[in-house]
């Protein structure tokens, strides 16, 4: 077959193949330089832009101008390949000389008609080309080579797609002096670049000039910025530029990330300070003054008070166990088992817990712990809460320290097992759960019916216990729900299953019928919605409402069954066509009317929204699209794609985790402390402290810390 400036098919060694067994002697000519090219080159698999070479610099296609004057006597103007056409296949190294397949489904010979400036020596005179009637080119394997000369050329594997085109790769000189020969700091984005070549030579031009030997990854920003220069000639270039600066802004952050060494070091003053100072017996508040002389939680605390309502003792402790676990430093795992041996000190008889832990003797006289004897005589507050995710943060911590500690601490496991224990016995029949227990409820005072609307409700608060009403304020019965899910999940107990399953049909029993098919926040046992607090009235609720959306999209990505997708599209709708002017949603809208309800200060129920208390959201934020987008994405999931996968192993550290470790770092002081601005909120409006430490923080910044560590580590 015909060879033409050192053209070799792919995968033909020179003089095999399409009975041709003689090679064509070769003569160096003057062609049309297209650029320096690497004389091997890797084939990315698409989308990858770096298959793209902007063909301004001469790294294209060959010109849209053709000449068939030795082949039909007429020029024709041809379509240029479009840009954007990437590589196909797997990976591998062509060798120079060869052809490479990219997508399309066309080539033209180069035109000739500009020549390089600069010269070659002459070589022997080559036969001129026979004129014979335009052919259609002929595809081979991976590329196919041009009739040239007029001869047929020669097929050394049958096609495997129907649209390809082969762009040329000569021989493997660079041209010194042609002037669209790029320096050799242009960047090609592939690794380890060959020598060069320069297109349409048959001979080796002089100079033996090399790109530089550097990855994609360790560019320099300068050179990508003449890359993602480069690239606007095509049409991809806005996307080419983002992702180069991209690139270019991650390497300038990674060049300055702080190293592993200097955040563990900073990981474990602030974990040994927290520890040592501010735990009382392994529990926590939620905030202290800089000196740690006043402490607070929801209300003022005494050095010998601990909180377990977020973010208290449960939800510091879950943050150094999930330090533990991606870092594997003893020093945080003795941390959270002590969290875990204060939670245990202060569970209730009934299985749960009170907001607060008392460790004063005298103090928890008036409590009835369940590792304390009881005391004859004396009444104990015996009531664990749901409410504000207490009881179900402390249970959530236990079990996955049980879990890490691979159920080897018996107080542990005896401390969750009973509450998860005791957590199912006080479920109603229907499925839901009080806000507050001591005991089982007596089954026959509540039986099971749907949601409907009160012929009537008081407009003043009745003042009544609402502790034993089926509780989804709070988004009570989410967190309890996700306990029992995990507690399955935690030691494979069937009642727990069936526990979360009971409560999954509450939820569809509660769902109000139209005008309004979405949730209220309480429901009395005939299962209309009913008063709680003062301020919080019977009505249908748009900040719970979504809270049980998301419970419905768990149970069922846990159970596969279409029963909890059916009320999410009705919900939507109503929740969409209920948002206020500012696109917020009201915490309570009137039974049928749906018209917002609000507060005055002094507690009188209103329409009016001028004079709301400033201790509760009367308005709230909504996440409906993002609980739209993941009801789409679940229901066009397979049944084996829905179980929640294994948490894989976290990547490399991302610009953004960089900064803020940088910013951890920097703002630890030389005790190991997150001094921050802020108030006491319960201490009083003439408190002095100005300067705060506060739990929210440092569970943050634990969290920040020990993925770095996770991520940046070999």
């Known amino acids: ?25 070769e003569r160096p000519h003057r062609g049309k330089c297209l650029g320096m090219l690497p004389a091997g080159v890797f084939q990315l698999p698409r989308p990858s832009p770096f298959s793209l070479v902007p063909s301004r610099l001469g790294y294209g296609p060959p010109d849209r101008n053709v000449d068939r004057s030795a082949v039909g006597g007429r020029k024709s103007k041809v379509d240029r390949p479009r840009h954007g056409r ?52 002929r ?12 001869r047929r050329p020669s097929r050394y594997k049958k096609s495997e797609t129907l649209n390809q085109r082969a762009w040329f790769l000569p021989d493997s000189r660079a041209c010194p002096t042609c002037p ?35 990855s994609l990854f360790w560019l320099s920003p300068l050179r990508l910025v003449f890359a993602a220069i480069a690239g606007m000639s095509c049409p991809f270039g806005p996307w080419l530029v983002a992702l180069i600066l991209s690139i270019a802004s991650l390497n300038a952050a990674r060049a ?9 070091e900073a990981l474990r003053r602030a974990v040994e300070f927290f520890h040592k100072e501010v735990a ?52 945080l795992l003795e941390a959270a088992r002590d969290a875990g041996y204060c939670l245990v000190r202060g569970q209730l008889r009934s299985g749960g817990w009170d907001y607060r832990i008392e460790l004063d003797p005298s103090r928890r006289r008036r409590y009835a712990y369940r590792v304390d004897p009881a005391i004859e005589g004396r009444p104990q507050r015996n009531t664990s809460t749901l409410d504000d995710n207490t009881t179900q943060s402390a249970l959530r911590f236990l079990m996955a320290l049980d879990k890490t500690l691979e159920r080897g601490d018996p107080k542990i496991h005896e401390a969750v097992r009973d509450g998860l224990d005791r957590l199912v016995a006080v479920q109603y029949p229907n499925g839901a759960w009080p806000q507050r227990f001591e005991r089982p409820p007596d089954r026959d005072r509540f039986p099971v019916k749907r949601a409907c609307y009160p012929e009537s409700w008081s407009r003043t608060w009745p003042g009544t216990s609402y502790a034993a009403f089926y509780t989804v304020n709070d988004n009570a019965i989410n967190d309890a729900v996700d306990v029992m899910w995990r507690a399955w999940r935690t030691y494979g107990d069937l009642r727990y299953r069936a526990a979360a399953e009971r409560a999954g049909q509450f939820i569809l029993l509660a769902q109000m019928p139209d005008p309004q098919p979405a949730w ?36 069922y990505r846990e159970t596969g069954d279409q029963r909890y997708l059916e009320p999410i599209p009705r919900a939507l709708h109503y929740l969409r066509r209920s948002q206020l002017p500012d696109g917020r949603l009201a915490r309570f809208y009137e039974l049928k009317t749906n018209r917002p309800l609000y507060f005055t200060k002094k507690y009188e129920l209103t329409y009016r929204d001028d004079d709301l208390p400033t201790h509760y959201a009367f308005k709230v934020g909504h996440n409906l699209d993002g609980i739209q987008r993941r009801y789409e994405r679940l229901r066009r999931l397979r049944p084996e794609q829905l179980k929640p996968q294994e948490p894989s192993r976290p990547g490399r550290p991302s610009a953004g985790l960089i ?26 409006d003439d408190d002095p402290t100005r300067r705060i430490i506060d739990c929210s923080t440092f569970i943050t910044n634990v969290g920040i810390l020990s993925r770095y560590v996770a991520a940046a580590s070999p």
């Not at 053209?7 to 041709?20: F, K, M, T």
């Not at 630890?668 to 909120?681: H, I, Y």
Request: proline share 11%.
């Open 180 to 214: 669209f020969t790029p320096k050799p700091s242009m960047p090609f984005g592939l690794d380890h670049l060959p020598p060069t070549s320069c297109c349409l030579r048959s001979e080796p031009a002089t100079g033996d000039r090399k790109m530089p030997e550097k």
């Open 280 to 331: 009382a017996e392994g529990g926590y508040l939620w905030r202290y003054s800089e000196d740690l002389t006043k402490r607070e939680g929801e209300g003022r605390a005494s050095a010998t008070t601990v909180w377990v309502q977020p973010p208290g003792t449960p939800a510091v402790g879950m943050a150094l166990l999930e330090a533990y676990r991606a870092t594997g430093q003893a020093y």
């Open 659 to 684: 900064a803020q470790v940088r910013a951890v770092i920097a703002s630890l002081d030389k005790r190991g402390r997150w001094v921050e601005d802020g108030r006491l909120r319960y201490h009083g």
């Open 86 to 137: 990437f590589a196909r296949g797997s990976s591998r190294l062509v060798a120079p000389g060869r052809l490479v397949r990219t997508g399309g489904n066309d080539t033209r010979r180069p035109s000739l008609t500009n020549r390089c400036r600069s010269e070659q020596p002459p070589g022997p005179a080559r036969p001129p080309a026979q004129p014979v009637p335009h052919r259609r080119r």
């Open 1 to 25: 077959m015909a060879d033409h400036a050192g053209l070799v098919p792919l995968g033909v060694p020179p003089g095999a193949g399409g009975g041709h067994s003689q090679r064509r002697p």
């Open 256 to 264: 300055g990330a702080p190293s592993v060494d200097e955040a563990s």
């Open 520 to 555: 209220a926040q309480q429901y009395d046992a005939d299962m209309h919605p009913a008063w709680a607090r003062k301020f919080e009235p019977p009505a249908v609720t748009g900040g719970e409402s979504q809270g049980v959306l998301q419970a419905l999209l768990q149970m």
């Open 139 to 150: 595809r081979v394997g991976h590329a196919f080579c041009l009739p040239l000369d007029g």
